[in-house]
């Protein structure tokens, strides 16, 4: 059976539109990491460079091999984790050049260390691009956190954190850093603000 990360993972994917607490288990990603305004080209680049690796592993049967456990499954959405760089917390006003983030793509469980470098050197022969030597390869386990689902624009999100701080304290929890996850359910080329819908994440204790 095709692997549907909208339905046998809504639990991480498709959460309430109201905070809630889970338990994030190990997942595998390619990563890369940048500074600065998510609307700039660098990041459109950066996105572009993981996508290609990942339709790199979805496309491998259909280029004659076929790595141990594969299944078919749906390329899992954008992630992105975001930070500020020291010279711009305190502002009252938020400095989208200081933007700090690990942009990411999951990869399905059969891909391994060694088939990730595979993959990234092909993609380096075949689709050459700039920031493919900068991709790694990592599992990523965040424990326990607390999440929603944002509607709206990004922009809006502090509306959002509001709920899931207001929960926090609520439930006796205490968020661990101002580090957070954003998953994009929607894409934003082509979606209206109003109505991108965006999993909103941070660690807790």
């Known amino acids: 059976m095709k692997y549907e990360w909208k339905k046998q993972g809504k639990e991480l994917y498709l959460p309430?539109?109201?905070?809630?607490?889970?338990?994030?288990?190990?997942i595998k990603f390619f990563m890369l990491d940048g500074k600065g305004n998510p609307n700039n080209e660098e990041f459109g680049d950066a996105v572009g460079a993981l996508y290609?690796?990942?339709?790199?592993?979805?496309?491998?049967?259909?280029?004659?091999?076929?790595?141990?456990g594969y299944f078919e499954y749906s390329i899992?959405?954008?992630?992105?984790?975001?930070?500020?760089a020291e010279e711009a917390r305190g502002?009252?006003?938020?400095?989208?050049?200081?933007?700090?983030y690990t942009i990411m793509i999951r990869q399905p469980d059969f891909v391994t260390d060694e088939l990730a470098r595979v993959i990234i050197?092909?993609?380096?022969?075949?689709?050459?691009?700039?920031?493919?030597?900068?991709?790694?390869?990592?599992?990523?386990?965040?424990?326990?956190?607390v999440q929603m689902l944002h509607l709206g624009s990004y922009d809006s999100e502090p509306e959002s954190f509001a709920?899931?701080?207001?929960?926090?304290?609520?439930?006796?929890?205490?968020?661990i850093s101002k580090i957070h996850r954003e998953i994009y359910i929607s894409d934003?080329?082509?979606?209206?603000?109003?109505?991108?819908?965006?999993?909103?994440?941070f660690k807790v204790e």
């Open 163 to 175: 709920k899931m701080e207001e929960y926090c304290k609520i439930n006796h929890l205490k968020r």
């Open 76 to 84: 899992f959405p954008l992630e992105g984790i975001w930070d500020l």
């Open 121 to 145: 050197e092909n993609t380096k022969e075949k689709k050459p691009h700039t920031l493919l030597h900068k991709v790694r390869f990592e599992s990523l386990e965040e424990g326990k956190c």
């Open 16 to 26: 309430k539109n109201t905070p809630e607490t889970v338990i994030v288990p190990p």
């Open 91 to 100: 502002l009252e006003k938020l400095d989208k050049d200081s933007l700090l």
């Open 188 to 201: 934003a080329r082509k979606t209206e603000a109003a109505k991108l819908k965006t999993v909103l994440r």
């Open 52 to 68: 290609s690796l990942s339709y790199g592993v979805k496309m491998m049967p259909k280029k004659g091999t076929i790595p141990e």
